[in-house]
């Protein structure tokens, strides 16, 4: 039995948005010794906004990648009992994130993982879309290539109505206005799409529309964070 702990701990998805935070990452954060991160420059100036008098040089720090010699080093964190923190670039560790692969490994070491709640904009634009709640899949991102993309999104939309089911995708940033083209392009008039850009900003907008809708009126998406989801159903 490994005698390490992991805490996973969330990021805001706007880096202003710290407010609303629990006061549980914090209290884990006070516990670590040991950071792996996905991007070292915004997680210590994240960590830095929840807790003024840290010391950032006082903690050991491992950007995630996919290198044997990272993972060898997070398990030799483990057998030495520290107590490691693992911070998204925004978001949840491990959910559409590189950090998923260290928390293999921590349970395949049987250590003691605790998540902690936090934003996760998967959730939050679930619940802000009117959409189903009780039976709904995250694709991650579409294929690049237009033809794979627009077969996808077509393939989405019939198990979406066959199943009765939500279905949750994102796109990098730069390329966003091509997806929401692509799916008025792919999707019939009457199929339901939210847009839900910039969670958590002061610019946050969720809008749940018909494709007609859409394709009279599409907003500026262009290196804006978004999250999409296209429902069929009932």
Same mark, same amino acid.
């Given at each position: 039995?490994?005698?390490?702990?992991?805490?996973?701990?969330?990021?805001?998805?706007?880096?202003?948005?710290?407010?609303?935070?629990?006061?549980?990452?914090?209290?884990?954060?006070?516990?670590?010794?040991?950071?792996?991160?996905?991007?070292?420059?915004?997680?210590?100036?994240?960590?830095?906004?929840?807790?003024?008098?840290?010391?950032?040089?006082?903690?050991?720090?491992?950007?995630?990648?996919?290198?044997?010699?990272?993972?060898?080093?997070?398990?030799?964190?483990?057998?030495?009992?520290?107590?490691?923190?693992?911070?998204?670039?925004?978001?949840?560790?491990?959910?559409?994130?590189?950090?998923?692969?260290?928390?293999?490994?921590?349970?395949?070491?049987?250590?003691?993982?605790?998540?902690?709640?936090?934003?996760?904009?998967?959730?939050? /634009? @679930?619940? *802000?879309?009117?959409?189903?709640? &009780?039976? =709904?899949?995250?694709?991650? +991102?579409?294929?690049?290539?237009?033809?794979?993309?627009?077969?996808?999104?077509?393939?989405?939309? /019939? @198990?979406? *109505?066959?199943?009765?089911?939500? &279905?949750? =995708?994102?796109?990098?940033? +730069?390329?966003?206005?091509?997806?929401?083209?692509?799916?008025?392009?792919?999707?019939?008039?009457?199929?339901?799409?939210?847009?839900?850009?910039?969670?958590?900003?002061?610019?946050?907008?969720?809008?749940?529309?018909?494709?007609?809708?859409?394709?009279?009126?599409?907003?500026?998406?262009?290196?804006?964070?978004?999250?999409?989801?296209?429902?069929?159903?009932?």
């Amino acid at each position: 039995m490994a005698n390490g702990t992991v805490h996973l701990i969330p990021a805001p998805l706007h880096e202003e948005a710290v407010s609303g935070l629990p006061p549980a990452i914090l209290e884990a954060v006070k516990t670590c010794s040991v950071f792996f991160v996905e991007n070292e420059r915004t997680a210590r100036r994240f960590l830095k906004k929840i807790w003024k008098e840290m010391v950032i040089d006082d903690y050991t720090w491992f950007t995630i990648s996919e290198e044997p010699a990272l993972k060898q080093s997070f398990r030799n964190a483990i057998k030495d009992g520290k107590t490691i923190g693992i911070i998204s670039e925004a978001g949840c560790p491990g959910v559409a994130d590189p950090g998923q692969a260290l928390v293999a490994i921590a349970q395949e070491m049987k250590a003691l993982v605790k998540p902690i709640v936090g934003p996760n904009s998967i959730l939050l /634009a @679930l619940m *802000a879309s009117g959409m189903n709640g &009780q039976q =709904f899949r995250f694709a991650g +991102y579409l294929p690049i290539d237009n033809g794979q993309r627009m077969k996808t999104l077509k393939d989405m939309e /019939a @198990l979406s *109505a066959r199943e009765n089911s939500t &279905q949750i =995708f994102i796109e990098t940033p +730069y390329r966003n206005n091509q997806l929401l083209e692509a799916i008025c392009t792919a999707c019939k008039p009457q199929t339901k799409v939210c847009v839900a850009v910039d969670l958590t900003a002061a610019t946050e907008s969720i809008l749940t529309r018909s494709v007609a809708e859409w394709k009279q009126t599409k907003p500026e998406l262009h290196k804006r964070p978004a999250i999409f989801l296209l429902y069929a159903g009932i």
